[in-house]
């Protein structure tokens, strides 16, 4: 099992920055996928970007181009740099660490808010 710990999120005006780190109690380089979701208020939870063990990356249209997922396998962390804020940015953030090979897992963290003013 792992736990996961974001933060990172504030309020940042709109074209602005804010790099969000998620990080790991164990290492985050063997984890099949980590993941970044985002929810607004009075929407689903979407699915903003993907990194896996290989490291291949992946986005959603809507942040293609803007986010980008990395990860330091030396402090077990994963982080989105979110450049060019805009007004449909602003949601809580979760990272996810998802296993589908033994040990078996998905967690979830506590979210960070990210709001961005116009």
């Known amino acids: 099992q792992v736990q996961l710990v974001e933060s990172g999120g504030g309020l940042v005006q709109a074209g602005g920055s804010l790099r969000l780190s998620c990080a790991a109690s164990?290492?985050?380089?063997?984890?099949?996928?980590m993941r970044w979701y985002r929810q607004a208020p009075g929407k689903q939870r979407e699915l903003v970007a993907t990194?896996?063990?290989?490291?291949?990356?992946n986005y959603a249209d809507s942040v293609k181009g803007r986010f980008t997922i990395s990860r330091d396998n030396a402090k077990n962390t994963v982080y989105l740099q979110m450049n060019n804020l805009k007004p449909e940015d602003p949601a809580v953030y979760y990272c996810n660490a998802a296993n589908w090979v033994s040990p078996y897992f998905e967690v979830w963290g506590q979210g960070t808010l990210v709001t961005v003013s116009s």
């Open positions: 164990r290492s985050v380089f063997s984890i099949n996928a």
């Open positions: 990194i896996t063990s290989g490291g291949k990356t």
